[in-house]
T-cell receptor, first 113, second 115 residues
Framework: DAGITQSPRHKVTETGTPVTLRCHQTENHRYMYWYRQDPGHGLRLIHYSYGVKDTDKGEVSDGYSVSRSKTEDFLLTLESATSSQTSVYFC????????????FGSGTQLSVL | AQTVTQSQPEMSVQEAETVTLSCTYDTSESDYYLFWYKQPPSRQMILVIRQEAYKQQNATENRFSVNFQKAAKSFSLKISDSQLGDAAMYFCAYLSYNQGGKLIFGQGTELSVKP
């Protein structure tokens, strides 16, 4: 299995509180991604990174920010969590642009009450 | 913008039989990739098969094969000799050429396998 660790695996929080999810990789891959998974929508891209301090928005980026200060870590922050952000969050990594080797983490179940 | 549609929310197959999962997509691009991912109850996303749009030959991986119809923008997955371990959610996904991991996923099809 690719070395991707997401933390926490589960989290319950209250509306309006800040939340940070962490993705850690040991593969030294350049590209890292955050997706959210909701019933009826499949997975949707939130933000991605193509290098240290290089990030860009995905399809559903509103309400989320990211940071990548080291190759191995990609953080996803919900500045003020809302109930609509209750979801399963997946981190993924890939070596290059062709995406032939895209590996996913195990996901974080976030519940915002 | 590209879209991916899986019109079968649920499918069922008898063990050892064959099942086909449907996927259609919409794009104006000529170069792209298509994927099928499997997500078992463990939640892990597992790549099943990959197809490059410029290749006319359908991809095959053991019991899994695709029927890629570029003109019709169709990309179905055939599972032969279905096994209990094939029970999972299956996602079809589209990737523009050279766009890294910015996949566009379909809604998913939940496959159950009956013994």
């Amino acid at each position: 299995d690719a070395g991707i660790t997401q933390s926490p695996r589960h989290k319950v929080t209250e509306t309006g509180t800040p939340v940070t999810l962490r993705c850690h990789q040991t593969e030294n891959h350049r590209y890292m991604y955050w997706y959210r998974q909701d019933p009826g929508h499949g997975l949707r891209l939130i933000h991605y990174s193509y290098g240290v301090k290089d990030t860009d928005k995905g399809e559903v980026s509103d309400g989320y920010s990211v940071s990548r200060s080291k190759t191995e870590d990609f953080l996803l922050t919900l500045e003020s969590a809302t109930s609509s952000q209750t979801s399963v969050y997946f981190c993924a990594i890939s070596e290059g642009a062709s995406n032939e080797k895209l590996f996913f983490g195990s996901g974080t179940q976030l519940s915002v009450l | 913008a590209q879209t991916v549609t899986q019109s079968q929310p649920e499918m069922s197959v008898q063990e050892a039989e064959t099942v086909t999962l449907s996927c259609t997509y919409d794009t104006s691009e000529s170069d792209y990739y298509l994927f099928w991912y499997k997500q078992p109850p463990s939640r892990q996303m597992i790549l099943v098969i990959r197809q490059e749009a410029y290749k006319q030959q359908n991809a095959t991986e053991n019991r899994f094969s695709v029927n890629f119809q570029k003109a019709a923008k169709s990309f179905s997955l055939k599972i032969s000799d279905s096994q209990l371990g094939d029970a999972a959610m299956y996602f079809c996904a589209y990737l523009s050429y050279n766009q890294g991991g910015k996949l566009i996923f379909g809604q998913g099809t939940e496959l159950s396998v009956k013994p």
